[in-house]
């Protein structure tokens, strides 16, 4: 049994450090092993979060030695915590074992079930940024997201077109929600001091987009198709989009024919978010995709 109670105390850089050495944990780049220790900062997620005890369940991705699950529980009715890192795993679950509303979760977060919630509230493991907003914010009914993620991917999200950092992360992202930066945060704010700079970013979804998305493998192929153009991005529309459409074995004359007039003089960095969306839409219902 554990008896660090570090879980309600904060944690500094000198604190995490020696209870990671209690617990004979190398922090490991690969699972994005860097522990928030500045507390301004766990107040400041936590008060953009605008949380109410009465009615959020809360989805922590990457709990690691619990700094903003012991927040999360005090503020929310729910915490569902997924820890990939069994020794943390057991460490949080000794230190916890009296706060009734966290649900801590063995797992990894990309192959399991995750709990229904209606924010989630993290500092993530950098590393799966990407794979963990196709499977949390690319859906309906997506829920607030309030993170702390790489600075070089938030600019990629807040990106505008015909700028070098407009990318399908871009699209992707304000198709199905405004994304907000709320500050950048100092490299000294973590441990071990992260070689990358990251800020904190707030996603709050669209709601009902268009009955396009209500369909799983639409969003999949909405998905599929800013993959396929984006390394195209500097072409004209129409090169691009057969780029990716020649593989389906989609005709020139087709690849034409889903674009309007106004689109096809532009390259698809210029694009519009609205037109990467209609586009998709008229592959399905031209069902370009579908024999094949
Ligand atoms: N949120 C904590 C820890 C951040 S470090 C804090 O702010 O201090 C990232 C955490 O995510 C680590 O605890 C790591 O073990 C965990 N992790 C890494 N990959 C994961 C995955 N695929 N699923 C769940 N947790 C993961």
Redesign the pocket.
Known sequence: MSNHHFFDSQLDPFKAQQLLHSLKIKP?KK??????VDKNIAAKLISVANLSKETDEIL??????G??TSLLVKNTKKVHA????KR?YRFLKDETSKNENLNLIL????KIEIPSHNKVV????Y??TGPLLSKLLFKSNAPEIYMIIEKALADRIMAQPNTEAFSRLSVSVKTFAKPTIIQKIQRKCFYPIPKIELTMIKLIPHGKIDEFFDLEENIKLFLNLLRGIFPYKNKDSVNALYLYLKKFEVSKADTLGLLKSSQKSKKIRAFDLNDFFMIAKEIESQGLLREN
């Open positions: 490991n699972l994005g092993q860097n522990f928030l922590e991705v990457g709990p690691g030695l700094c903003l997924i820890e990939l890192d943390l797992g990894d977060v990309l993290s500092n993530i493991p590393t799966i």
